[in-house]
């Protein structure tokens, strides 16, 4: 068994001595959500390590890339990596929301939010060598890499911790683990945290295009029946294709011939970036909603897709993450300064409590459009033509709709103070 969770009750906490602290927080994931964390604590002062499974050469090589939104950029901003970022990726000022061949297109603006942007798209593989090579600076950050977890007990005062690095077993003591591994988190199952959501219907096929034509710095959004596809402006004239499909009809997409396939992205496309080529393999992977009943336990603490998943309509997930990183790191950092147990179940439930709500919200949207704008019944047709009739028309929803998306509504991560 990875974990040995332990009941707070008094019968079933292991009783031990405190031994000499090594870490005050031990992240075990070091994947952009896991990485963020780290990059805002970099000056709390609280001695951190990050165990992480694979090379730092492998782990940025990742074949991906998605949306962020403005609340993601000001929260990279406050945490110093931004402007390493920030060069490398595409700003974009427009979205276009359209269903399928229906002619009347939704355009958002960023005057319509009186901003200068509306979001960003960034590749995996460049916002993660940024984070990594920001940490490298910091003192007070280490790696345990490439290293998996063997065995982590909780106790009253302190969580133990076992490691394999290279063959070798390592032991140390810390103040607090915090589970960014990932949707299939042995952290938060060993720790009988459960869950609840579904799994959809549907899988997403991703890939990587260069277009004929400019993107514009656009991002588009086209609902079919089938399911809405995403498509990113990347710098280059690329961009990154989210299609999301029934898992038959998204793993024939993956096995049909190129040429072939380009022809159907092009038209789902409109025709609107021209002829296209692919530059990328066409990855395919399920798609679910789930939600942690709780977000920490004593002595652990849930982040990014180890707290929650969603539909990747509307690109929320990863910046769904990247909150829940500035908000841990708040309270963390806070609750440090005041000179309270970073650890206790009290300050932890601070973090939960901010952002467990919030999440369940931006859930409960990606849920509402992929149902709404999937399907082909003729009532469920004209209601969402209608809605895009409304957003076209009514300036107000189009600015709620619009801080929605862009991460502006709800409380937002301090950082730096």
């Known amino acids: ?84 970022i920030i060069t490398k990726i595409t700003t974009f000022y ?12 939704v355009e958002f603006l960023s005057t319509d939010l009186g901003t200068d942007e509306l979001g960003y798209v960034g590749e995996h593989g460049i916002i993660l060598s940024a984070m990594y090579e920001f940490l490298a600076e910091c003192p007070n950050v280490s790696w345990q890499c490439p290293a998996s977890l063997k065995n982590v007990d909780y106790h009253p005062d302190f969580v133990e911790i076992e490691i394999e690095n290279q063959g070798n077993l390592n032991t140390f003591y810390s ?22 959501g579904w799994k959809y219907w549907q899988s997403c096929i991703a890939m990587t295009i260069k277009t004929e034509k400019s993107h514009q710095n656009i991002a588009f959004e086209r609902f079919w029946p089938s399911g809405p596809m995403g498509v990113l402006p990347l710098p280059g004239n690329r ?10 009809e998204a793993q024939a997409l993956k096995e049909l011939d190129e040429t072939e396939f380009l022809k159907l992205l092009e038209y789902r496309t409109g025709g609107l970036l021209g002829k296209l080529e692919l530059l990328s393999d066409r990855y395919v992977y399920p798609v679910q909603l789930m939600q942690s009943d709780r977000y920490i336990q004593h002595r652990l603490a849930l982040v990014g897709d180890a707290a929650h998943c969603c539909h990747p309509v509307g690109g929320q997930g990863l910046n769904m993450g990247i909150r829940d990183a500035g908000a841990l790191a708040d309270v963390l950092k806070i609750a440090d300064q005041k000179g309270e147990d970073i650890g206790q179940k009290r ?25 709404t704008f999937s399907g082909d019944w003729t009532l469920k047709v004209s209601l969402r033509r209608l809605g895009l009739g409304v957003l076209t028309k009514v300036q107000i929803f189009r600015y709620l709709a619009l801080r929605l998306m862009t991460g502006l509504i709800g409380r937002a991560p301090k950082i730096n103070y």
């Not at 427009?94 to 009347?104: G, V």
């Not at 683990?177 to 869950?195: W, Y």
């Not at 439930?349 to 931006?362: A, D, F, P, S």
């Open 239 to 248: 961009c990154q294709v989210v299609w999301t499909a029934p898992h038959a």
């Open 94 to 105: 427009q979205i276009s929301l359209s269903d399928s061949d229906y002619p009347r297109v």
């Open 1 to 84: 068994m990875l974990v040995q969770s332990r009941s707070q009750t008094q019968s079933s906490v292991v009783d031990s001595s405190k031994p000499q602290i090594d870490y005050d927080i031990v992240i075990v994931g070091g994947g952009i959500v896991g990485a963020t964390l780290a990059c805002g604590l970099k000056d709390s002062g609280l001695k951190i390590t990050i165990i992480e499974s694979q090379q730092p050469e492998v782990a940025i090589s990742k074949k991906q890339a998605y949306a962020l939104t403005l609340q993601t950029g000001r929260i990279l901003k406050s945490i110093g990596v931004w402007d390493e």
């Open 347 to 371: 300050v932890l439930k601070r973090y939960e409590g901010w952002r467990q709500k919030e999440n369940l919200i931006v859930l409960g949207l990606t849920d509402f459009l992929d149902r």
């Open 175 to 196: 103040k607090i683990v915090v589970a960014a591994d990932g949707s299939k988190s042995r952290l938060r199952e060993e720790a009988g945290i459960k869950t609840h």
